[in-house]
């Protein structure tokens, strides 16, 4: 697993405890010495860490990160145990909200809000939809109709149905409608993909 990043600016006291005991915590600590000396360093990724500072800095003000990326700790005194904890909360959400976004071609699909968007419009989708999107946009692959019963709907292969046709000919259909796009899941040789 893939820890997430916290950077502390300004603020030694505070990154030399979280350093001490960074064995027993979730995500990695750096610190910084200023707000300028944590831009330069290009190979962040500073939307999906958190930012510990004493003080509104002016990242915020820059909108160079969010206030869902940002804790201040000059509004109140808080216990180790908590600023943990507190810290965890905030990462969590960061990562719900980072894998809850992905990018198809050159469509937006939030799974939060089960909407995918194109420049100015948008399209609700159900569940099924969205499963079936992202299974076909997973693998880069054509999938049969045997493939999609098993891996999105779980019957076997045997089984006699076309829930599979109606649901891409409704999905196709509903982004044709929208989005003007003939092309969002294309069908070769009785198999399924987005390319």
Partial sequence: MIK???????????????????????????NYISEDDLLENSSLDIKNSLI???????????????????LDLSLFPISLNKLVELINIQLIKLKFSHKSKFNIKNYELNLNSKFISKSDLSLKLTEKEIEI???????????????????????SADIETHTVETHI???????????????????????????
Avoid: C, M
């Fill in 52 to 70: 510990i500072s004493r003080s509104k800095n002016k990242l915020l003000s820059d909108k160079k990160i969010d206030n869902k990326n940002f």
């Fill in 133 to 155: 999107i992202l299974y076909l946009n997973e693998t880069k692959t054509k999938h049969d109709v045997a493939d999609l019963q098993k891996n999105i709907w779980g019957y």
């Fill in 4 to 30: 997430q990043n916290i950077f502390i600016i300004n603020y030694n006291p505070l990154y030399e405890i979280l350093n001490e005991i960074k064995g027993n915590l979730s995500f990695n600590v750096e």
């Fill in 169 to 195: 000919y409704r999905l196709r259909k509903k982004i044709s409608d929208k989005f003007k796009d003939e092309n969002f899941i294309l069908s070769r040789q009785n198999a399924y993909f987005i390319d």
